[in-house]
Every structure is written in structure tokens, then in C-alpha cells.
């Protein structure tokens, strides 16, 4: 059975500093995707990064990157610069048999000015 | 995520009554998935479609929940003789793709909050 599993429930960062938000997976299947959502408290849900398990390096996009340690299971968001935007719900999520997301918790991030 | 519409974005029903919740995919995307999230949780994936045909539909309640994706129109999440415990929000994703070798990224409408009186 696949599993998403994020420790941290809520995290506070200083506006302008780096945060990284933790997520570990399990699965037996060797081909699955990683991905990180950001839903604000208006609900929606958006899409910020992917990482699939047979790529080589780690994902980037903006100010958002991917740490992908194959070997330990773990899938870490880091938010580089964060702003005050950035106050949200982050999921992690694993694709499995192809095309279902199994999603995590949550992190609560709040960024203080 | 712009571009999956789901409507409407809060839909209010007495036990008993039926909800109807829809679900315009990305132009271009002929797959479409329907999630659920409980309050405090993350999303549980429901049902996945794709033009007139259920592909999976693993994770929704054998009884009260149908899921249909017509040739022409929206995507349609119906639930019948709604109890209390289906007060939730149900989202909506589309993917040009549904394998994720291809790294099928799945972009989601805002939700619909289900409430039961």
C-alpha cells in the first residue's frame, strides 16, 4: 500500500527565509511521481512541483525545489525567499497504479512579516 | 490550476436530498478524477474518467455516489440520499494523461464545499 506520511503539521517562517517542509513515502513500485500542492484558505488547490522517481536530478520551479533522496523515501519541499503568500496548507502527493494521488496531512506554513 | 471550473463552489443539502456537482476539465484534457477532503485531511481519490467511460472506480462508496463523463458536457459527481458524513469538499482534476510515466500532472478545480443539514 502506498503511504504519505508529513510530520509537521504547522511550521512558522520569517518573510524572506528559506523553509522546508518534510515528506516521506512508501511504495513497492519502482515508476510513481511526487508532486507538491498548495491549497490557501480560499481552498484551491495548486499545483507547485513534480518529481518523478527515475529522475536524476531535483526538481526545480521558481522558488520552489524538490530534495529527492531516493534511497531514504523522502520527497522534501524546500520554499526558498518565502512571502507572506506563501501562508497555506502544503500537501505532498504520490502517483501510484499510474494515475491515483495518494495525498499526505498537511503542513500549515505561516509566514510572518 | 486555471482552467478546471467546478461548480457550484458551495452547495448546501438537507439529508436526504440528492447534490450534483460539476466539473469542466482543462481544454485539451480528457482525464478526469474526482477527490474528496474531509476536514483536517488530505484529498482521497475517488473515481478517475475519461470521455463516457469509468476507468476506476475504486475509492468511492458502492451506494448513493455516481460519477459520469459524458461525450458532450461536464463531468457530473452525483449523490444521492446525502447524509451528514458526506459534508465535505469534492475536487475535480484533469490530466492531458493518465499514466504517470508520462508525468501526468493532475491540475484541480477550487472545490465544491458539500454541506449536510
Known amino acids: 500500500a502506498q503511504k504519505i506520511t508529513q510530520t509537521q503539521p504547522g511550521m512558522f517562517v520569517q518573510e524572506k527565509e528559506a523553509v522546508t517542509l518534510d515528506c516521506t513515502y512508501d511504495t513497492s513500485d519502482p515508476s510513481y511521481g511526487l508532486f507538491w500542492y498548495k491549497q490557501p484558505s480560499s481552498g484551491e488547490m495548486i499545483f507547485l512541483i513534480y518529481?518523478?522517481?527515475?529522475?536524476?536530478q531535483n526538481a526545480t520551479e521558481g522558488r520552489y525545489s524538490l530534495n529527492f533522496q531516493k534511497a531514504r523515501k523522502s520527497a522534501n519541499l524546500v520554499i526558498s525567499a518565502s512571502q507572506l503568500g506563501d501562508s497555506a496548507m502544503y500537501f505532498c502527493a504520490m502517483s501510484y497504479n499510474d494515475y491515483k494521488l495518494s495525498f499526505g496531512a498537511g503542513t500549515t506554513v505561516t509566514v510572518r512579516a | 490550476n486555471a482552467g478546471v471550473m467546478q461548480n457550484p463552489r458551495h452547495l448546501v443539502r438537507r439529508r436526504g436530498q440528492e447534490a450534483r456537482l460539476r466539473c469542466s476539465p482543462m481544454k485539451g484534457h480528457s482525464h478526469v478524477y474526482w477527490y474528496r477532503q474531509l476536514p483536517e485531511e488530505g484529498l482521497k481519490f475517488m473515481v478517475y474518467l475519461q470521455k463516457e467511460n469509468i476507468i476506476d472506480e475504486s475509492g468511492m462508496p458502492k451506494e448513493r455516489f455516481s460519477a459520469e463523463f459524458p461525450k458532450e458536457g461536464p463531468s457530473i459527481l452525483r449523490i444521492q440520499q446525502v447524509v451528514r458524513g458526506d459534508s465535505a469538499a469534492y475536487f475535480c482534476a484533469s490530466s492531458t494523461t493518465g499514466s504517470a510515466l508520462a508525468k501526468n500532472i493532475q491540475y484541480f478545480g477550487a472545490g465544491t464545499r458539500l454541506s449536510v443539514l
Open positions: 518529481q518523478g522517481s527515475y529522475d536524476q
